[in-house]
């Protein structure tokens, strides 16, 4: 059985099924524009994280408007991104295991697809299977800035996996991915900064003693969202990986943002839900639970309603609790902004793409799923 889709091509906002997955396009091509513009006058490259919208649509159009590739975090999310048109990818992330490892190196065959490593063991399966498939591999080396994730310890270890790299026959190594994540939903911008400042005096010590190994380090990558400008004006990294700026999830816009130097960026996606349940003038339930929206950056915020709050989520229910005069009947549908819009984008076949109250495009998440 073929399921029906939530809506079609022409249909008015009122007439799509709920839930569903919203992108108001006039807001996205504002986020879209407006981080590149952040950047104008500064010698930085951007290669915006994938991994949020999964869409080789969405990459293609930030390409277009000068990113130089993407990153995604999968290998198979990389595949995905190739097979969309996509020729420069860097996977954010290890590698690890003999199917993933082949078809990262096959890859490379059809696009420059590089990726990251932290382990000498891992960087030998690398080199073997580049080697098997008859090309050569751009590998990071992964340091941990701080957010205690992956990542060899900056410094000398760091150097000595770079030394395993360059000494590897089928293997070129690229530079350092250098992302400081726990730092991007910091609230407040001091906190924020300090954490990059930290962050930057690891890499600025990492690639001086690249360089007194005679491995010079031309390729430092990382940033995010919530910090980018502070890398950017760091003078040690060389390329910016903000990825949720196109959507600007509840989460990231509980941050503060002035006096910051980042843009802030529009929510563009929702949650488009219909209210299933109205108990009480206080209480109503729609249909978009646990199913339907990320929870654990919070709960998704409603949109155009100050005094709604979305307090409690199952499957297939969302409870939301009314301070104030607005009232909702069953039928009626409302906006949730996602808490994160990234594992709520992995929810969804495809995006509703709206523009003056109709559906004006469908794409498809084709690299939702993508977890190998």
Known sequence: MTLRPAAEIGMLLAEVDTPCLMLDLDAFERNLQRLPKSLRGKAIRLRPHAKSHKCPEIALRQIALGAVGVCVQ??????????????????????????????????????HVAVCADDAVNVAALDAAARATGVTLDVLVEIDVGAGRCGVQPGAPAVALAQQIAASGSLRFAGLQAYQGSAQHMRRVDARRAAITRAVELVRTTTQLLGEAGIPCNYVTGAGTGSYMFEAGSSVYHELQAGSYIFMDADYARNEWTESGIPKFEHSLFVWTTVMSAPSLQRVVVDAGLKASSIDSGMPGVADYADVEYVKASDEHGVLQISGATRFKVGDKLKLIPGHCDPTVNLYDSYVCMRNGRVEALWPISARGALL
């Open 74 to 111: 999968k290998v198979s999310e990389a595949a995905v991104l190739v097979s969309g048109g996509i020729k420069d990818v860097l996977i954010t992330n290890e590698v690890v295991g003999a199917p993933k490892v082949k078809l990262l190196a096959e890859l490379n065959r059809q696009a």
